[in-house]
């Protein structure tokens, strides 16, 4: 699988397309593009952005192309709907890319096809976001969760790896030079269906030191462990509570829950969440709050891409114990303790070693906060930036020298699909 290495040097300045449908700046994938797209640009390259809306604005970058526009109207997403919104907007991002001149392209779910098929067809290193795992995998591991806790899969994944959904998302895999991929959990969920590990490129998300800081804590609290997410089965909340009470640290520790809970989750956890230890504290708009108050964080994910917690824990000095399927950037034993995905016994085991040990408690901040240098958000520009010098110097994947003007304006026509 490609790697890319932080240097520590200035690589020289890359011609970017990036194209994200949705609001850029918004929490999610909105941040995390936010992010991506503000690194490359103080970094100095440049950086030409599609995009379904601003909600945060980028300063410095060469121009914005919002793809609802349609002279001086903008059409918005409702009138559309996701699906048609999503491929106007890949549209309008294949009619940037023909008409400039770029290094690389990189797009996003479900708006990229047609974009990075012509990429192909013009010689330019198309490249595809992957935050999350192969969506057949994705959609089969979520839904037989649900069917193991009973419950109604909802219809947004119900369908998610079937159908059109699953057709487009196969067609931009086969389209993109690369995909980039942050976290070994995803790249293997790609290496199991058979792609060549030299189309998955590693690199990773981030964490803001300005928003998440080393706090000073209470000199005298109870053990305080923190889980913060969205309460849905993919996020592995009833395993954190089923560790949690089988812990030690239930009898005289907190557990502290910050998240909007789906209702009939909700319902069906219902009696462990009535446990004394244990507060819900709804949604948080400052996660660097709930850190604060907290020696351990649990993300015992069944699903996930990169979960930017685990990022945001090691950068306030709280100790993460994940599941393999978080995609965190941890070594177990080193910075942070590690479970097999649904292993309860072991995380139970793993939060008692905290509750029991202040001296391991010690050494795993110590070195999450040590570890949490590589995990800003500047560092994640610098690991972006070597993907797409990783995808410029692969062997052409089906590409070859770039068109004249008059064959990119047929390209560009009703013709392309």
Known sequence: MGAANNTGTRPASLRVLYSFPGAIGSRGAGAIAWHQVNQLVLAGHDVTLVVGSVARAVVGIRSIVRSPDFGSRRIPERTLGRARAYAWHDWRARRVLSSGQFDVVHTWPLAAARTLELAQRLGVVGLRESPGSHVAQACTTVNREYAVLGLEVPPAWSLFGEGDRLETEEREYAAATALLVPSDAVANSFLSRGFEPSRLIRHQYGFDPNEIRVPVREKEHPFTAVFIGRCVPRKGLHYALKAWLASRASETGRLLIYGAFDEEYAELLRPALSHPSIT????????????????????????EGSALVTYEAQGAGVIPLVSTASGAMVDHGVNGLVHKTGDTDTLAGHIDLLFDQEKVRRFLRTAALSHAQQLTWTAAGWELANAYRTATEQPARGRHARPSAMMRANWDGSAVS
Do not use: F, V
Request: glycine share 8%.
């Open 280 to 303: 819900i504290c709804g949604p948080t708009e400052k996660p660097g709050t709930a850190y604060a108050r907290a020696d351990a964080l649990l993300a015992p994910s069944i699903e």
